[in-house]
């Protein structure tokens, strides 16, 4: 019997060399857009239009277009310095991805957050922690996509190559995982931690380090910037007041930072706008806890 894949929402204005089908109501299979046709983005978001599959057979096909178009839809966003756009086109495929999935029994293309970090043909795909830090707090899933989307616009700014791209997003992504064993009321508080609950935060580089190497077959690069995304190079971060950091966590550190103060507003801190957010993180540069160079990059990819 002939198989159909579902197409996932956010990935149906990527395809143009296959053909798309939709189910007719008595279940067969009818032709929706044929080879060489592309349905835009702008003309989707405009009408409603049923749930599409490819042929199983148009399956390899699919995923060679599939991860062409979707790296060149976001170097084309970030080159535009569409930085919202990025983060919302993330956001929907994060929330997507963690939706309850109906093809689970069916032939399925990868998940889109997958294929972005290169991770399409390892089970344990970033999905896995994706839904543990989802399971703990919705405020932390807006963090990691906001950090993730930026550490992208810096890649793709200064030329990184694909694989340095992936590296950083998933270290991006998974970065805070520790975080998923800490209690709910100390990730999402308005009020300022007090020292015992502060104490117990700190812990989260550990556990997650400790969370990706047991689980996983990473390059050792990414559970490091798990452990050393608060570290600070004049040594006053945690876990371990270290010196000399990874570069990846040097910059997931910095990114991280600016993330906290831009968008995520606790009550007895107000939400600071970019440019007095990146004044703010100047002086932190300034007191030696983040190389100059750095920073320098990183506000060269804001455009500020
Ligand atoms: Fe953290
Ligand atoms: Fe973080």
């Given at each position: 019997m002939a198989e159909y894949i579902l197409v996932k929402k956010s990935q149906?204005?990527?395809?143009?060399?296959i053909p798309f089908y939709y189910q007719t109501q008595n279940g067969e299979y009818s032709l929706y857009k044929k080879k060489g046709d592309r349905l835009d983005e702008a003309r989707l978001k405009k009408t409603k239009y049923p749930d599409l599959y490819i042929f199983d057979a148009d399956r390899e096909t699919a995923m060679a277009e599939l991860i062409a178009a979707l790296n060149k839809d976001f170097e084309k966003k970030i080159a535009q310095g569409k930085l919202k756009e990025v983060r919302e086109t993330l956001e929907f495929i994060v929330e997507e991805a963690l939706a309850?999935?109906?093809?689970?029994?069916m032939t399925a293309l990868p998940e889109t957050l997958d294929i972005l970090l290169g991770?399409?043909?390892?089970?344990?795909?970033?999905m896995e922690y994706l839904r543990k830090i989802e399971s703990n707090s919705s405020i932390l899933v807006k963090h990691t996509v906001n950090v993730t989307a930026l550490t992208l616009q810096f890649c793709f700014f200064h030329n990184f190559s694909e694989s340095d791209t992936r590296q950083l997003a998933m270290a991006a992504l998974i970065h805070?995982?520790?975080?998923?064993?800490?209690d709910k009321t100390i990730i999402e508080t308005s009020k300022r931690l007090t020292d015992k609950q502060f104490k117990i935060y700190t812990t989260h580089p550990e556990m997650g380090h400790g969370m990706i190497i047991q689980s996983t077959d990473f390059d050792m690069a990414i559970p490091k910037v798990a452990l050393e995304h608060h570290e600070r190079i004049d040594g006053s971060?945690?876990?371990?007041?270290?010196t000399r950091l990874a570069s990846y966590s040097q910059l997931i550190g910095l990114i991280d930072s600016y993330e906290s103060l831009t968008y995520r507003g606790k009550a007895f801190r107000k939400v600071k706008k970019p440019f007095a957010t990146l004044s703010l993180i100047k002086e932190e540069v300034m007191r030696g806890k983040f190389s100059k160079e750095l920073f320098k990059r990183f506000t060269s990819c804001l455009g500020a």
């Open positions: 149906v204005s990527l395809f143009k060399s309850p999935g109906q093809e689970k029994n991770r399409y043909h390892n089970d344990n795909g970033a805070d995982v520790g975080c998923s064993q800490i971060g945690y876990p371990n007041g270290l």
